[in-house]
């Protein structure tokens, strides 16, 4: 709850911190750690943003949200081609 009220509040970095240590503490709740990967995304963290969705494809390809996520990230960072396959 802590990683969203920041999340709401505009602590975006403090969220994904959240985030990322609520999902070491708990990792079957993987939406943590998109959550974390949204956060880190929306401060302009791209990179980082992408190995975590990239770590979450590798455990489950079958998550349309995180490849879509990758795939915007992976747009933003200029790596178009990659961006394509993902989307």
């Given at each position: 709850r802590l990683g969203l009220v920041l999340y709401a509040n505009g602590a975006l970095e403090?969220?994904?911190?959240?985030?990322?240590?609520?999902?070491?503490?708990?990792?079957?709740?993987e939406g943590l750690e998109a959550s974390s990967g949204q956060c880190l995304a929306a401060i302009g963290d791209d990179a980082s943003a992408i190995a975590i969705y990239r770590s979450m494809?590798?455990?489950?390809?079958?998550?349309?949200?995180?490849?879509?996520?990758?795939?915007?990230?992976?747009?933003?960072?200029?790596?178009?081609?990659?961006?394509?396959?993902?989307?």
């Open positions: 403090e969220a994904a911190q959240h985030f990322r240590r609520a999902f070491r503490a708990q990792p079957d709740l494809l590798e455990r489950r390809p079958d998550q349309a949200e995180v490849l879509c996520n990758l795939g915007h990230a992976l747009r933003r960072t200029g790596h178009l081609e990659e961006a394509v396959v993902a989307l």
